[in-house]
């Protein structure tokens, strides 16, 4: 009996061992229960999103398909939420509306503190989950939807402007903290009004706004009235230093007028502008419409305002970019646009880095047989002479020419100049494709070298024409058609221009993005 009462504490050890492994065991395998409440956000496969009053989100996981239509409908709505918590992750036991129906109730805001709106003498609870429409300011009638809590209280899910709201189109005059003139009228702003980028004083806007009570005018939104910009091309008749006379029309200028580079009396241009309210015109942007071209060689005399380059006049006004000192002897490249009176006007001038002696400087004009270059449309291809940028270019069984070549095409010539004068094309090349439909790579072929795409939606599919969002391309046995393509779908279509203005379709395809 001493022997047993000895090690009695021994088997009372490992029984309490036992126990407490036991208990253990059991709290890890324990499921708890939580009550959550919230805006629901989501139903993402089998998980719902729950955003909470200070704004954090809360994923919680269906299993029930049941449960999870029954969740989808809840969607964007203020829902209790009763979960099974098992080792950190969260199961959904129960979903159910928040409060009840939504309810509504409209009248003038009073106050607009952080957590609590007074609206019609009726106070309601806002939150994070609290949907807020732009222009809310005291003295704004508005319109709250709105849940009632069991104790009571009343917590609105949106909150909106009940107001006829109006819409004025006019010039900004000036911009305050809280104040703009926008054509002639004065419009409130606060934090929540809306403003579009690019707002500033002479932009066309828009304005979206309320009249208060008291007349006041509330802008809800001011956004850029880009529409409204218009477009007119015509010849410089005058240029001033605030006005501009283009095609017999007017069109005042000022700080954030835009001009291309070319610019002088007698050039096409096309004008950017915006009408005022009195009528004035007002270009945003000048820019030359006339087909650029350019030519490499030796700059041969500078005198007042004609520069003689490879052997051609070229007339220089304040509008021709200069890059750097150019001296007599220089090799140099021009860009020049051809006048209706056959002049042509230089927009630019710079030195040619690229060509025999470029940079440097030489005594002479070029030598016969020198190579020279030349950039422009190409007029016409004839069997021993092409004319090229209004230049006139002998071919023959040793010129090189480039694939892609056609009327239209911009092409750069590489020729000699004999002592005659003549100039004989030793290559002609171009960046157009390489490869063109079978359609337009022929010797009367007139495509741009260029492909352009658009985007729109299949109107109809015919066997030689496509209409696509209301332009019609033309489609042919070189057409590349993309699977899926029918009436109805979005597609994108790369293109060729041709000179008569047709629009021929390289290839097709469904417009995924």
């Known amino acids: 009996m001493k022997t047993v009462y000895r090690y009695w504490w021994v088997r009372f050890a490992m029984l309490a061992v036992v126990g407490l492994l036991i208990l253990s065991v059991s709290c890890q395998g324990q499921v708890t229960s939580e009550d959550i ?18 704004g954090s989100t809360v994923r919680v996981s269906v299993e029930d398909p049941q449960e999870a239509t029954q969740a989808a409908q809840l969607v964007g709505e203020q829902v209790n939420v009763r979960v099974r918590v098992d080792n950190g992750s969260r199961s959904l036991d129960q979903i159910q509306r928040r409060g009840g129906e939504d309810q509504h109730f409209s009248g003038v805001i009073e106050s607009m503190d952080n957590d609590t709106w007074v609206i019609g003498d009726q106070s309601f609870k806002v939150d994070a989950t609290t949907v807020l429409d732009g222009g809310l300011a005291p003295g704004v009638m508005a319109r709250v939807e709105f849940i009632t809590l069991a104790d009571g209280t009343r917590l609105a899910t949106e909150i909106e402007t009940d107001e006829e709201e109006d819409h004025f189109t006019g010039t900004i005059e000036s911009m305050s903290e809280d104040t703009w003139i926008i054509g002639g009228r004065t419009f409130q702003v606060n934090d929540a009004t809306r403003l579009d980028e690019g707002l500033a004083v002479g932009v066309l806007a828009r304005v979206e706004f309320a009249t208060m009570p008291d007349g006041v005018l509330l802008a809800t939104e001011i956004e850029t009235d880009e529409d409204d910009d218009e477009h007119f091309s015509g010849t410089i ?7 501009w006379v283009v095609g017999g029309r007017t069109f005042q200028l000022n700080a954030a007028t835009q001009f291309d580079e070319g610019l002088a009396l007698g050039v096409k241009a096309r004008v950017e502008f915006l009408t005022m309210s009195d009528g004035t015109m007002v270009a945003i942007e000048i820019e030359t419409d006339e087909e650029e071209q350019r030519i490499t060689g030796v700059l041969e005399s500078k005198e007042g305002d004609t520069w003689v380059i490879a052997g051609q006049s070229f007339t220089v006004t304040e509008t021709t970019r200069i890059e750097g000192q150019m001296e007599v002897g220089q090799r140099v490249r021009v860009r020049f646009l051809t006048l209706p ?4 006007l230089a927009t630019r001038i710079e030195k040619d880095t690229s060509g025999p002696g470029g940079g440097g400087e030489m005594t002479d004009t070029p030598a016969p047989g020198e190579d020279l270059h030349f950039t422009g449309i190409i007029e016409s291809t004839g069997a021993d002479n092409w004319v090229i940028g209004g230049q006139t270019f002998k071919v023959d069984a040793n010129t090189v020419l480039d694939e892609g ?3 239209g095409v911009e092409a750069e010539v590489e020729y000699v100049l004999l002592a005659d004068g003549t100039k004989i094309a030793r290559e002609i090349e171009t960046d157009a494709p390489s490869v063109l439909p079978e359609s337009t790579s022929t010797g009367t072929s007139e495509a741009t070298p260029d ?3 658009f985007f729109g939606i299949i109107q109809s599919m015919g066997a030689e024409a496509w ?5 019609t391309f033309k489609v042919d046995q070189n057409t590349v058609l993309d699977d ?5 779908v979005e597609a994108k279509v790369e293109y060729f221009l041709l000179a008569d203005g047709t629009k021929l379709a390289k290839e097709i395809e469904t417009d995924t993005n």
């Open 37 to 54: 409440q919230g805006f629901l956000q989501a139903v993402q496969g089998k998980e719902i999103i729950i955003k909470l009053e200070d």
């Open 237 to 243: 008749e005058s240029i001033g230093e605030n006005a």
């Open 341 to 344: 009176d056959n002049s042509m």
């Open 405 to 407: 070549l056609a009327v």
């Open 451 to 453: 492909d352009l795409h």
């Open 467 to 471: 209409v696509i969002g209301s332009e």
């Open 484 to 488: 899926g393509l029918a009436v109805g």
